[in-house]
C-alpha cells in the first residue's frame, strides 16, 4: 500500500513541477499540489487506522 501511495505522491510532485515550469500550465500545479496533500492525508489516515486496530 505505501509502494501506490509514494509512486502517486512522485506523480503529484511531477505534475506541480511541471505546472509551474509551464506558465500556461498553472492549473495543473494546482492540480498537483491538492491531490498530494489528499493523498498524505488519506495515506496518514489509513496508517493510523491500521496501527490502532492491531
Known amino acids: 500500500m505505501w509502494t501506490v ?5 512522485v506523480a503529484w510532485v511531477v505534475l ?3 505546472g509551474f515550469v509551464f506558465q ?4 495543473l500545479a494546482i ?3 491538492v491531490l498530494f496533500i489528499g493523498t498524505l492525508i ?3 489516515l489509513r ?3 491500521k496501527r490502532t486496530a492491531a
Open 5 to 9: 501511495l509514494v509512486i502517486l505522491l
Open 16 to 18: 506541480s513541477v511541471v
Open 24 to 27: 500556461g500550465l498553472l492549473w
Open 31 to 33: 492540480i498537483g499540489i
Open 42 to 44: 488519506f495515506g496518514i
Open 47 to 49: 496508517h493510523r487506522a
